[in-house]
């Protein structure tokens, strides 16, 4: 190599370690690099060099994850020293760490969902040395505001489910600067709850897991405080409150999972005139003041048990899908099409103009025959039908293992249909080009479900049906049965798994 050049490249870079290629990377390029890693994989990375090792205390992101380990599986010793490893290595890290432009940290220990949700369930179990991991308040206290201490914090992710929780600090709803919050924790809400108000104006996305609701406007006040949300995720217990409110311009995507001690929801206030994805899983309210989303692309609907009669439930149902009218891909699930399966239902479904994809589920009463057609009706433009839970509810076992079919359950699509001599709805005669159903039973019912929908799917060109794993289940023999049956479209292609 030519001296000058070489002298070149160690005046710019300096004396470069062979085995150790970021050593020669600038100090600032470093830093980036080890960023983006988990924090334990940095520490380890830094230990090559003192260049590495200064880089790491400057560090702009810090992502300290103690994996969650099954529950049943902490009865070892082990966890415990574990664990003590965990907090030892976050606290000297945030001791050493002298970066003053740190911009994203996360911290996730503890628990999980389902976990907390039990302990939320049942607030007088105490948890023992194999739940949850115990952490001085004093020190969880210290790691929670070490970001908030940093001016030009961005992103804050906290996973902290604890044995003693103590209270979350109410400053992190009050930091001008946070773009992305994400709590996943039975820390106590009293702090935030007791707040006037709150003060996050650059927050695009919040997800608030675990957390029990502390009261009725706690929702609305936190959602008002944010005029740059985007993306609002909720998936939380709702013990006290009995109505929510949820009010942005901003919002563009909003997820809603609540869990609750079977109390009907009075009110669910939404006025997200913006919004394109929606998801919501609940009991069904008694009330739904929710105007007509216009730019909506996705919902989902997923809704459990009934009110106290079929005409209160139908009316909240088809206030929920009349406001989602708009909406190109639908999920319709578990009660919400039970409560559709009645004659009252039959023309005052909204009709979706813009509706290409829609998914059909159902918990294990629902007739087909009372209800896909006034669905198919309203949908004129449907070029994709996937029904996700199957279409009937499965066999029914026999006390030695055998399984039966109930006469009862037997469709009578077909028979009625053809009958009356009824036109195929109009999606079904230009635009229905693919049907899906999975969980098959290989039943009779299904069988002739299937044979309808060949029969009036004029330009179907795809069906797949995905059958369960089951030894008692004969694919072969209800796969060639499948592929005998009439088809109205010449271009069908019939798969079974």
């Not at 044995?163 to 979350?168: A, E, I, S, V």
């Not at 708009?326 to 039970?338: D, H, M, P």
């Not at 694919?475 to 499948?482: C, D, I, T, V």
Request: proline share 5%; charged share 25%.
């Amino acid at each position: 190599m030519d001296s000058t050049l070489k002298k070149s490249k160690t005046l710019r870079f300096g004396k470069c370690n062979r085995e150790d290629g970021l050593s020669c990377l600038p100090d600032e390029l470093i830093c980036q690099i080890l960023s983006l890693l988990p924090t334990k994989d940095a520490a380890v990375a830094s230990l090559s060099s003192k260049k590495m090792r200064s880089a790491f205390t400057q560090l702009t992101a810090l992502d300290f994850d103690d994996s969650p380990i099954s529950y049943c599986a902490r009865n070892n010793p082990l966890f415990v020293d574990d664990f003590q490893l965990f907090k030892t290595f976050v606290s000297n890290v945030l001791q050493a760490s002298q970066s003053p432009h740190l911009s994203r940290f996360r911290i996730g220990f503890g628990g999980d969902f389902n976990i907390i949700q039990l302990h939320i369930r049942e607030p007088s179990r105490v948890c023992g040395s194999t739940c949850f991991p115990h952490v001085e308040s004093t020190i969880l206290n210290s790691w929670i505001a070490f970001p908030l201490n940093h001016s030009g914090i961005r992103e804050i992710d906290l996973r902290i489910h604890v044995r003693n929780p103590g209270k979350l600090p109410s400053a992190l709803f009050a930091c001008q600067t946070l773009e992305v919050l994400k709590l996943n924790t039975n820390l106590d809400f009293e702090l935030v709850s007791s707040m006037s108000s709150f003060s996050l104006p650059n927050l695009k996305v919040l997800q608030l897991r675990s957390i029990l609701i502390p009261e009725d406007d706690f929702v609305s006040r936190l959602v008002s405080s944010c005029p740059s949300l985007v993306e609002l995720y909720m998936r939380c217990w709702w013990k006290y409150g009995n109505s929510v409110t949820i009010s942005s311009p901003s919002l563009r995507k909003l997820t809603l999972i609540f869990n609750r001690d079977e109390e009907y929801l009075d009110l669910c206030n939404i006025d997200t005139p913006n919004l394109q994805c929606f998801k919501y899983r609940d009991l069904l309210g008694l009330h739904y003041s929710i105007p007509s989303m216009k730019v909506l692309v996705q919902a989902s609907f997923h809704v459990w048990d009934i009110l106290h009669t079929q005409r209160e439930s139908l009316d909240s149902v088809l206030r929920l899908v009349t406001a989602v009218s708009n909406v190109q891909r639908l999920t319709l699930a578990n009660s919400i099409v039970e409560v559709l399966d009645c004659e009252e239902s039959k023309n005052l479904l909204p009709v979706f103009h813009n509706l290409r994809h829609l998914k059909l589920g159902h918990d294990g009463t629902t007739k087909w025959d009372r209800v896909l057609l006034e669905i198919l009706k309203s949908s004129p433009l449907l070029e994709t039908l996937g029904f996700p839970k199957g279409c009937d509810s499965g066999p029914i076992f026999c006390l030695d293992g055998s399984s039966y079919e109930d006469s009862n359950l037997e469709l009578d699509l077909e028979r009625q249909f053809f009958r009356k001599n009824h036109e195929p709805p109009p999606c079904c005669k230009s635009f229905l080009k693919r049907i899906y159903i999975k969980k098959c039973w290989g039943l009779e019912q299904e069988v002739e479900f299937v044979s309808f929908l060949l029969k009036i799917a004029l330009v179907l060109e795809e069906l797949l049906i995905i059958c369960e794993e089951h030894d008692w289940v004969d694919k072969p023999s209800f796969e060639s049965r499948l592929k005998k049956l009439p088809k109205a479209s010449s271009t069908c292609l019939i798969i079974v798994h």
